[in-house]
């Protein structure tokens, strides 16, 4: 990189913090501004981290420092929250290169992924199912950036609110983690008050139904042959141990929520507590949902383990039943889906059960010290089942999706994110507007996302016109953009109440993994506005209104702020 | 007339012409998984080789592939099972067909198990 853009970057980085670490002098921060440090030298590299760390008064644990490597993959550098395991490896592309051996030679392995991307997460398990040595037994774990993961057969339009979910929720940087820098290359590293960022709506290949994932929620995903020994309450009696399990219980005892946990009739992971909500009774909660892939003698089961989400005692506003807005929990908030009543669908169908944190834990600090417990403490049970000694954990992060590390975890995440695969998977369903406050009476059917048999009362043609006279030949439900300009207006209904009407029942869909600023429209600039930028092969690709820029070399993107 | 099972769990029988084989999956597997919600069936026409996923099944939160056991063309499915998903259960090696197949060459089949083989097969 050109010297002097290397410097423009680190200075305006090192302004930044400094300004902003004056602008919220008394003002709540939950976490200390961050950004990411471009530079290829280590002593400069260094020099800057230092003078940032003096400049915003945080602990180098706080700090998170990001160094594109000579190949410009990006490499989080952890000061404080060192790897559980000594025997971690820095660089384990090459293990999920050579899996199959890997798997051969280890037969009980261990991998924790560094990545937060939910696409990335699925696709380095599947690639896990399907490539790892037939005999071999795998544990997984991951956590996602805030997201709504729907079952292989589910219904998107039906299982949540999508609206909300692309409206996401009000931006709180200690959602995220740390892993945000390392791991989103949409790096919004400051608490940005009255921007929202919205979700993820992800397909996962497994079964079941839908749940939502934030930085409170560690996922497991063990990998197994699928032989008499398999089943399904296996690996969760396995997390439950782990819950019940003194080292657990103990070491966070004035944080533990629950006084038991089992494994319930439908293999999810319950708990029992006592004086919840300052009530007498007895309660259950669910903690843990399950899901499975069975595939050529494998077996795949992953789940969710809700320790300390703070998004569950959260509340949103939506649309109330009267009009106005009136207050939801963001959890009831993301999951109820204005669509429900309109819809006759096939497929699967979500049992909804009220979810509890396992772990009174709101501090960052202590809710990574939760995490990095419970992965050792589910580990070791792993290897301990398994006749095994010591954990020693793979990591393996975004950098194991490039394209040019294993293609296929990369096609599969670029599948995953497609809307074929979030929509068009849909089982066939049925929307029928009988009761639409008499704004139109309207059908159609919806076949791997494609709209068919429209049929719209008062509207005097032939069945196969009324589909012509829609708007609606050949279209995907979730490709249509606008229903005012789709649907023409008719003298058999009022088209301003059934267009407002479709609009909320079928929102716009925002492409997957789009830029997640509510309402922060990128702009392109000139390549002229960073001088010199284009030598070595860099390129600037926009820049947002807040200042965050992003640079694309050898066709990876490197965010920077400000 | 021929039928055949797999280490997948799955059967196919085939016609008098040996010509079309019918697929399903056994009742070892219709157990093993459990009630039956969803079956993703594959397109008439769909030319598959042996081995490859031509479909799944959804029971208690499980996404199960069905393999093809023979290398061919989808020439029928079993629509039944699109309404009444749970026909699998109640008779998976007989209305619970999941799809006939024309196999592309009948000597696929002496690799499978008979009858007595995949009941001993240890499953």
Same mark, same amino acid.
């Given at each position: ?202 397909? @996962?290949?497994?079964?079941? $139904? +839908?749940?939502? #994932?934030?930085?409170? %929620?560690? =996922?497991?995903?063990?990998? &197994?042959?699928? *032989? ?69 003698? @494998?077996?795949?089961?992953? $789940? +969710?383990?809700? #320790?300390?989400?703070? %998004?569950? =005692?959260?509340?949103?506003? &939506?649309?109330? *039943? ?74 393996? $992060? ?165 | ?123």
């Amino acid at each position: 990189m050109d010297a002097s853009v290397r410097l423009h970057l680190l200075k305006s980085c090192i302004s930044y913090a400094t300004h902003d670490h004056v602008r919220k002098s008394g003002h709540r921060a939950s976490m200390p501004p961050k950004a990411l440090l471009l530079t290829s030298q280590p002593s400069l590299r260094n020099v800057v981290s230092r003078a940032w760390r003096a400049a915003t008064s945080i602990t180098p644990y706080q700090t998170s420092c990001f160094k594109p490597n000579k190949n410009w993959t990006l490499r989080s550098i952890d000061h404080g929250a060192r790897p559980y395991s000594a025997k971690t490896k820095p660089t384990v592309s090459a293990v999920l290169k050579n899996i199959k051996d890997h798997t051969a030679e280890n037969i009980v392995s261990i991998f924790h992924s560094r990545s937060n991307n939910p696409y990335h997460n699925l696709a380095i398990e599947n690639y896990l199912l399907r490539n790892s040595h037939a005999q071999s037994k795998i544990l997984l774990f991951y956590t996602n950036r805030p997201c709504v993961v729907i079952g292989r057969n589910q219904n998107p339009w039906l299982e949540c609110n999508i609206a909300k979910i692309q409206e996401g929720l009000p931006w709180n940087a200690a959602d995220w983690d740390d892993g945000v820098l390392d791991n989103d290359r949409h790096v919004i590293a400051e608490e940005r008050d009255g921007y929202n960022v919205s979700l993820d709506l992800v397909r @996962r290949r497994s079964g079941g $139904g +839908t749940v939502i #994932h934030d930085v409170g %929620n560690l =996922n497991f995903s063990f990998i &197994v042959p699928n *032989d008499k020994d398999f089943t399904r309450d296996k690996h969760a009696e396995l997390i439950v141990r782990a819950l019940m399990a003194p080292m657990t219980v103990t070491r966070f005892r004035d944080h533990v929520l629950y006084d038991n946990v089992h494994v319930n009739q439908r293999h999810d992971i319950v708990m029992t507590c006592a004086n919840v909500d300052g009530g007498n009774t007895q309660k259950e909660f669910k903690v843990s949902g399950s899901a499975f892939k069975l595939t050529r003698g @494998r077996a795949l089961h992953h $789940g +969710t383990i809700l #320790h300390s989400s703070p %998004n569950i =005692n959260r509340q949103v506003f &939506v649309a109330g *039943d009267e009009g106005g807005q009136v207050a939801a929990s963001v959890f009831s908030a993301l999951l109820s889906s204005p669509a429900k009543p309109f819809l006759e669908a096939k497929g699967v169908g979500s049992v909804r059960s009220p979810v509890h944190n396992l772990f009174d834990v709101t501090d960052q600090v202590q809710r990574r010290e939760v995490v990095r417990s419970l992965r050792k403490e589910i580990g070791q049970l792993f290897m301990d089942v398994n006749g095994m000694g010591d954990i020693s954990v793979e990591e393996v $992060g975004d950098e194991d999706c490039a394209v040019d590390m294993n293609g296929e975890i990369y096609r599969d995440a670029q599948e995953l994110m497609t809307d074929d695969w979030r929509f068009c998977q849909t089982p066939t369903f049925e929307y029928r507007s009988e009761d639409a406050g008499g704004a139109l009476k309207m059908r159609f059917q919806v076949k791997h996302g494609l709209i068919q048999n429209a049929s719209l009362e008062h509207v005097e043609l032939d069945a196969e016109q009324q589909l012509k006279f829609a708007g609606l030949e050949g279209k995907k439900l979730h490709e249509i953009q606008s229903w005012t300009s789709c649907l023409p207006p008719h003298a058999g209904f009022r088209h301003a109440k059934a267009c407002a009407h479709l609009e909320t029942v079928f929102p716009k869909i925002q492409p997957a993994g789009a830029a997640r600023e509510g309402g922060a429209e990128s702009t392109i600039i000139q390549e002229a506005d960073l001088s010199g930028s284009n030598q070595d092969g860099i390129a600037v690709k926009r820049k947002a209104p807040g200042g965050r820029i992003e640079l694309e070399r050898g066709g990876e993107n490197v965010v920077v702020e400000r | 007339m021929v039928k055949k099972y797999t280490e997948e769990h799955e059967w196919i029988e085939m016609d008098a012409d040996n010509k079309i084989g019918t697929i399903g999956i056994t009742e070892y597997a219709s157990k093993a998984l459990g009630d039956v919600v969803y079956v993703e069936l594959p397109e008439v026409g769909l030319e598959t080789a042996k081995g490859e996923t031509i479909g799944a099944v959804e029971s208690v939160k499980s996404a199960s592939d069905i393999m093809s056991p023979v290398t061919g063309k989808v020439t029928d499915v079993n629509e039944v099972l699109s309404e009444k998903p749970g026909t699998i259960n109640k008779a998976p090696e007989g209305d619970g067909w999941f799809a006939k197949i024309e196999v592309t060459d009948a000597a696929e089949l002496e690799g499978l198990m008979d009858k007595e083989a995949y009941d001993a097969f240890e499953k």
